[in-house]
């Protein structure tokens, strides 16, 4: 908290943004998915792993990106990886409704599907470690709900054959996002992390985030009372700048975005978190190349040794251990 209020810390901060559960973590606190995606006293048993066992200074819930999809009406489909193992549920096909379909937020939307359990789920967390650490609550951005509910192939295609089309989809993304947010506050979220993995300029025109996402986001950010993250997957340079004008107090970078680049862009205020490749650093490699790309990425100016999107599952706790390592240094 230091770090967002701009004040010295006493050492370097280091937690994830994004889901840092494991199945190590899962073993050691017996609680396992698809039950800690689905239930408030496992998701929160998991959650506080972070904490407990990988010492990371923030806790984050939830694990998966289908909340708010789901209790809008969303097909989800369960998280299984190929070698049978589970992994974090998704939106799956067909998709639930057209683009031409009236969007409708729905009175009763935080009551709806897995939601009460989330909420549960962080009033827990909360209990559990009070002011010591802070604690994180997920969203999905504006945009990335929207390809959710009318699926991302007719979402790009809008992007330049219907714009306005896709107007009010994003304006229910918007709500449904604030309304979570404002519940997981409620239940006792210190900080709200909004993900947006379809508004990467990986996927859109880096002008489609600027005409369309950035007034809905930024309308977002304005309606919630605690520090905000923003996470976009992938090289977000083209957009960078106009991510940091939604006013987050941090972002959360991709390790294919270069701290400094976004130094540049988006001046000095910004808080910066990130750091460590996840596919193929944390998961694959061991404790020297983890400590190597967190020396550097400090170097380069992030400010919160993270990893930089959600970890594998398979991810050993002692590559995770080794970036709190690092961050104790600095
Ligand atoms: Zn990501």
């Not at 937020?105 to 789920?121: M, Y």
Request: hydrophobic share 40%.
């Amino acid at each position: 908290m230091a770090v967002i209020n701009h004040q010295k810390p006493d050492r370097m901060p280091c937690f994830g943004a994004n889901c840092t559960a494991t199945y190590e973590q899962m073993e050691k606190v017996q609680a396992f998915w698809p039950k800690a995606h689905e239930d408030g006293e496992a998701m929160a048993r998991l959650a506080l792993a972070s904490h407990t066992i990988l010492g990371f200074d923030a806790i984050r819930v939830p694990f998966c990106q289908t909340f708010e999809a789901r209790a809008l009406g969303a097909n989800i489909k369960p998280g299984k990886l190929p070698d049978n193992m589970e992994g974090i549920p998704g939106i799956d096909h067909p998709p639930a409704f057209r683009i031409d379909d009236t969007p409708v937020f729905p009175n009763d939307f935080l009551f709806r599907g897995h939601i009460p359990e989330l909420l549960k789920a962080v009033s827990i967390v909360k209990k559990e470690v009070g002011d010591k650490v802070p604690v994180i609550g997920g969203i999905i951005g504006p945009f990335t709900l929207a390809g959710s509910l009318i699926d991302t192939i007719p979402l790009l295609k809008a992007t330049f054959k219907a714009p306005d089309k896709l107007r009010p989809w994003l304006e229910l993304g918007e709500k449904a996002g604030t309304a979570l947010a404002k519940a997981i506050i409620d239940a006792g979220a210190d900080i709200i992390c909004c993900e947006d993995m379809t508004a990467s300029p990986e996927l859109i025109a880096p002008k489609t985030y600027k005409e369309l996402e950035l007034e809905f986001q930024t309308k977002q950010f304005d309606a919630i009372c605690v520090p905000t993250i923003l996470h976009i997957c992938g090289k977000v340079d083209p957009i960078v700048k106009w991510m940091a004008q939604t006013r987050p107090d941090i972002l959360s970078l991709d390790t294919k975005t270069n701290p400094k680049v976004v130094r540049e862009k988006c001046g000095p205020d910004i808080v910066l978190l990130g750091g460590v490749e996840v596919a193929t650093t944390l998961f694959l490699k061991g404790p020297d190349e983890i400590r190597k790309e967190s020396e550097q990425a400090i170097a380069d100016g992030i400010q919160i040794l993270a990893p930089g999107c959600a970890v594998g599952p398979g991810t050993p706790t002692k590559n995770l251990l080794t970036m709190l390592e690092v961050a104790k240094e600095h």
